[in-house]
């Protein structure tokens, strides 16, 4: 008198699936005759929409992985302190190791010092935003191959009193690199950080390149991704570097690297010419 249309195992365990995915029967229904059943009816469709909800968010959470996207977003083991266009520059190499690309990806850096207010107010941690240069321009990066993102140590820079006598572990001060994009497969933004002491911030060295072109197609040699070069760079801040030009002619000129054309194969050229007659 439950439920009609039961005669059996099999037809209880049919009418059990309509339930649990439907509300709409067919010739098997709960009836009016017992309450209990239809108690029962309603604690098996809250019980389904829980198990759907459960299995629906681990579904997700394995598909998503933002946190191991961002472990293929890696950063060079140490930044470096150069001279790039007569300048100072602060500069990192960050790279993907991933084939998918990470859409609107931006990269910003904060400077984290111990620092003293004229009123002499001390601030422990003192976040400095600092202003970033790249190949792409602005704080979004096209990070299709590995980049060298550099910033400029001029009087607008914590760093411009920095020189290589500071750069020890002894030094108050990390720089904070973080880097933020949406993974292009799932559409998660994911967030990859990393940060230098001043002990890890080599002064007078420069990224080797690791970039070559094979046959018209460009290789990227990851082995070579956190190597450094020593090049001549004064041991003086940016800010004695800019009040005292006669630095820079003191210092020898570091060899340019030579860049390799492509090889263009030119078609051979036909000519047509009156047959002797």
């Not at 002619?249 to 010419?273: A, N």
């Amino acid at each position: 008198p439950c439920v009609t249309s039961i005669h059996s195992f099999t037809s209880a365990f049919l009418f059990s699936i309509e339930v649990q995915v439907t509300i709409g029967f067919g010739g098997r229904m709960v009836t009016e005759e017992c309450p209990a059943a239809i108690l029962v009816l309603i604690v098996q469709n809250i019980v389904g929409l829980v198990i759907n909800a459960i299995m629906l968010g681990c579904i997700f959470m394995k598909t998503s992985q933002a946190h191991r996207r961002a472990e293929t977003l890696i950063f060079s083991k140490h930044a470096v302190i150069a001279l790039r266009e007569g300048r100072l520059c602060f500069m990192l190499r960050v790279g993907d190791l991933r084939k998918s690309m990470i859409i609107s990806a931006t990269i910003r850096m904060q400077v984290v010092k111990k620092t003293a207010s004229l009123e002499g107010e001390v601030v422990p941690l003192n976040q400095i935003d600092i202003q970033m240069e790249n190949p792409v321009g602005g704080n979004s990066i096209f990070l299709v191959s590995p980049l060298i993102i550099y910033h400029v140590i001029d009087k607008n820079s914590p760093l411009y009193d920095i020189s290589p006598t500071n750069l020890h572990h002894h030094e108050d001060l990390e720089i904070i690199v973080i880097l933020e994009g949406v993974v292009e497969t799932t559409g998660i933004t994911t967030q990859a950080r990393t940060s230098y002491l001043a002990d890890e911030i080599l002064w007078g060295q420069r990224f080797v390149p690791i970039v070559a072109e094979e046959d018209g197609r460009y290789s990227v040699d990851y082995s070579k991704f956190g190597n450094t070069v020593k090049v001549p760079t004064p041991s003086c801040t940016a800010r004695q570097l800019e009040e005292d030009k006669s630095i820079m002619d003191t210092m020898p000129l570091s060899p340019k690297g030579t860049i390799r054309k492509r090889s263009v194969k030119l078609k051979p050229k036909f000519t047509i010419s009156e047959e002797p007659s």
